[in-house]
């Protein structure tokens, strides 16, 4: 899954003052005593049935779990509607999911103090509040029977939604459904022992909609149709931070079917009565950009400048934040350059997003009533950034969620981007007219957020056994919290995350981790697995290398490292994985391991590798992931393969570059991906776990390259420390 919240951000919530403020409150309304959940649902006209705000049940007994996490592709919707069911005792065939409204009161991610979907929390966060209310509505529907029946409730059993007793009575809930409604339901019920469950961590835990989406009857925001809709394009800026300076409309309004052209804060918007309406009308517009602000340099320079910070070269009063230290660190930089010692910089690209359906929105405004209609990610951050544009209460904002064709993180972002210039665009046509704006997939990789570009520099001096003595890191990045309503205390843990509390860190004596952030004009955002998508390849890579050079196997000296670290789950996670690998490669294939935690799960990888023309084909790889309860097994493994094949793509061909401060890449042509044909075969295997559920949408991702490099490493001695490995060859 990807975005802004995960167990980094725990405690960090928008403040009273954060809402007040980012959401222009109108009217003069005051609002005492009010939490900034009650700021940020302020004007809402949610109602909460009897058995709460995330189950309803039909006369006819149907269960709707109300889900408060959107399904963007990751699945959630199976596992957080299995919870409910699970201590429900619903019948799993008649159980629905619905997208919940939006309402932060009611329905914040209890990681976040916010409604979004992100940081790989969407069943974590989820886990004890659905169990909750799942036992609680059991609970009601057996003091239903029991009063109805005359019985102690004791004697009342319930499975696939029939309430039994000894007595020979039985019940469907829908035949209680009304008496049940009646009853007050407890604030603290039983939980079942996990030991007596019959639905979570089986097989029967599949997605409710497969079929909906086979069929095409699932509805994406580019279904939507509505009565005198309009369709809108928006021209952008080619440099970042560039601004309109002047147009020209003549030409686009001679273009049959567009209807205005105006500016916008982000361009020059089209509106049209068809998207190819809207963008004819836009390829007719004359622009010029005033650029004294736009970022001018390209990717190349900004990645010569990051390095020099890492050798030492940086601007004066550019700041370093430490983010581990330990013993001497004067001692890692007096080491004497040799075979004990090894240096290392390693080098990350910009990159996108690419999600398959890019991005769009439909608004509504009259006035200051407003309805979105499209796969918001983060509906409070939706809520509050629309009511500062139009003038309204955060929780005024009517939000219709949909099914998203993928994210990754870019659906959500502080300032809203392409949902604010939806409702600009809606606001000036004003009347209640639905708008849906169109991006293209130029529009997104072009004019949108990217991964950072990231620099690290290594150093570490081996001990005489061979182990790590002393570490010294550098890491050089844009900051994605910047200037962010959550960001906490101390650096950037997007940038750091990975690195900072890594069990290796723990083993070693000496340690001296510092991050820095240049501002540069490129705007960068989470890119699923956000810091690890780097950190675990520097760590898992840097490890093997030192395995080499002090002559050890590469997992007997990670077994050593976890010991030493108290690392237990990664140890096990490891042990199965090269277990089920099996004692020897497939016969013309190198072996490379890699390990890291994320998202509070840990995941262990045996990539299987030869270079196919200097490139790296991967055949097999084995996973092994702790990540607590598993809820349904068959969903951890088709994400351990989606996230890894997400993953290895980047790995292998992901690269935006700049021009002059312009993106070079503009489809799928230049930013190439991993195909069909060169997918490995990828086998997920499950530590066993009593744990509250962790994150599984983006654990599987950042692994994988590191495990390549190491096959690599392991087949031809020779180190990677630039990424991508095949660059953006067709």
Known sequence: MNAPFSKRAAGVNLSRRDVVVGSALVGGALLVGCSPADLMSAGSKVEVGAFGPFIKIAPDGLVTVISKHIEFGQGNHAGLAAIVAEELDADWTRVVVEQAPANAKLYANSTAGAQLTGGSSAISNSWTQLRTAGAATRTMFVQAAAAKWGVPAGEITVKDSVLSHKSGKTAGFGDLVAEAARIAPPASPVLKDPKTFTLIGTDRVRRKDSVAKSTGTARFTQDVQLPDMLIAMVAHPPRFGATVSRFEVAEALKVPGVVEVFE??????????????????????????????????????????????????????????????KGDAAAINAAKAGPKVLEATYEFPYLAHATMEPMNCVAAVDGNKVKLTFGSQGQTLDQLNVAKIVGTLPGAVEIETLFAGGSFGRRANFPSDYVAECVHIAKKIGKGR?????????????AGYFRPLVIHGVRVSLDKDGYPAAWRHRIVSQSIMKDSPIGGKGPDQTAIEG?????????????????????????????????????????????????????????????ALYRKAGADRHLAALDLA??????????????????????????????????????????????AIDCGVAISPDQIAAQMEGGTCYGLSAALFGEITLTDGAVDQ????????????????VETHIVPSGNPPSGVGEPGTPVIAAAVANAVLAAT???TQRLPFAGQTA
Do not use: C
Request: hydrophobic share 45%; aromatic share 8%.
């Open 264 to 325: 916008v804060p982000s361009g020059v918007a089209v509106v049209a009565s068809s998207t190819y309406a809207a963008r004819m009308g836009r390829e007719a517009l004359t622009v010029e950009w005033n650029e004294d602000k736009a970022e001018k340099r390209g990717s190349a320079a900004i990645a010569a400048a990051f390095r020099d910070i890492v050798a030492g070269k940086g601007p004066a009063d550019l700041k370093w934040e430490g983010f581990d230290s």
């Open 434 to 446: 639905p708008v849906k704006l169109v991006w293209t997939r130029e529009d997104d990789m072009r």
């Open 499 to 559: 690195a900072a509390g890594s069990p290796y860190l723990k083993a070693i004596p000496v340690v001296d981790a510092q991050v820095a952030f240049p501002d540069v004009g490129v705007p960068v955002l989470w890119w699923r697995s956000v810091g690890a998508t780097h950190t675990a390849f520097v760590m898992e890579h840097t490890i093997d290398q030192l395995a080499l050079k002090a002559g050890k196997d590469p997992v007997e000296y990670r077994r």
């Open 578 to 623: 090269v277990e089920k690998a099996g004692p020897k490669a497939t016969d013309g294939w190198s072996r490379g391991v890699a390990v890291h935690e994320s998202f509070g799960s840990v995941v262990a990888q045996v990539a299987e590798v030869k270079l196919v023309d200097g490139v790296p084909k991967v055949g097999r790889v084995v996973t």
């Open 666 to 681: 503009g489809n799928f042509d230049g930013y190439r991906v991993l195909r069909m044909n060169e997918a490995p075969s």
């Open 717 to 719: 001695s020779k180190a």
